[in-house]
């Protein structure tokens, strides 16, 4: 009876994590810009990686299949939203987006400083003091 609530359980885990990835998937579809999507995608992947792991702990039970599960969880929370943010920084740089939907611009500022800072460093002279050749 035990065994049958797990694997009812684990079901359920793998159901709803099945659902996340649809979800992900609608709104990768249907979301207009980069960063909404981006949105959709990173959201659900962790949520449905950890019902994912759930399901299969229950399944196996065992310890030792826990263990090796629980580095893929530790290192996928840790990457993906690295990645996630590298992604929206690159979109937004590059004007995939639609502003009309951004509420808080906190990253326009940084870009601007960083502009200003690049056009008030002096321009590198050659070491030689001499122009570069020309090559053919």
Known sequence: ???AVLDLIAAVCIFLAAVLSVAAGVGIIRFPDALSRLHAATKPQIF???LTIT???LEERSVATLLALVPVFVFQSLTAPVAAH???RAAYRTGQ???ATLVVDELAPAIERSEESFARRPERENDAGSEPSKSG
């Open 86 to 88: 590298m992604v929206g």
């Open 55 to 57: 399901a299969i702990a």
């Open 97 to 99: 987006l639609d502003t």
């Open 48 to 50: 449905g990686l950890l």
């Open 1 to 3: 009876m035990f065994d």
